[in-house]
């Protein structure tokens, strides 16, 4: 199941509109790495696309000791690209040796380019319908997140 969803990410990640602006994104985000309520603190990535219209296409993974998780959402900026105030929603796929899910993902969240590689964001993120036996937590789970991008 996991390579399905590594081939359907791909795949969005490939048709995503071509724009002319650059605005891509590379990050980690910090409270995941080191938060140990999340998997005892998660390995993770994000890369982010832009798209026409001024928003963006987030594909992410987080690995932690038992968890892992994949997931896409389309991010809508309602100033700037990782300029401003940001609304974002898509699902979650999370899988441990025992099961998986899939779950919707949302967040809001401020994102503010600190130089023209770098930029620092923060956002509550909500993961609501996955199974407590794979978060830990009863759903709707809130989550902090504070992220740091290579922007190119």
């Avoid at 994949?70 to 700037?80: E, I, N, S, W």
């Avoid at 909500?126 to 504070?146: H, K, R």
């Amino acid at each position: 199941m996991k390579w399905v969803v590594l081939v359907v990410t791909s795949i969005l990640m490939f048709q995503a509109p071509v724009v002319k602006a650059a605005d891509y994104a590379l990050g980690i985000d910090l409270v995941r790495l080191v938060d140990r309520n999340q998997d005892d603190g998660m390995f993770n990535l994000w890369v982010q696309f832009p798209t026409r219209g001024g928003g963006a296409i987030m594909l992410g993974y987080a690995s932690g000791d038992n968890l892992t998780v994949l997931d896409a959402g389309y991010k809508h900026y309602a100033g700037g690209r990782l300029n401003g105030v940001y609304f974002q929603g898509g699902i979650g796929y999370y899988e441990t040796d025992q099961d998986d899910d899939l779950g919707f993902v949302g967040a809001i969240g401020y994102e503010r380019k600190l130089a023209k590689h770098f930029a620092v964001g923060g956002s509550v993120k909500m993961i609501a319908g996955v199974d407590e036996s794979l978060t830990g937590l009863e759903s709707p789970v809130f989550q902090p997140t504070l992220s740091m991008a290579l922007v190119f």
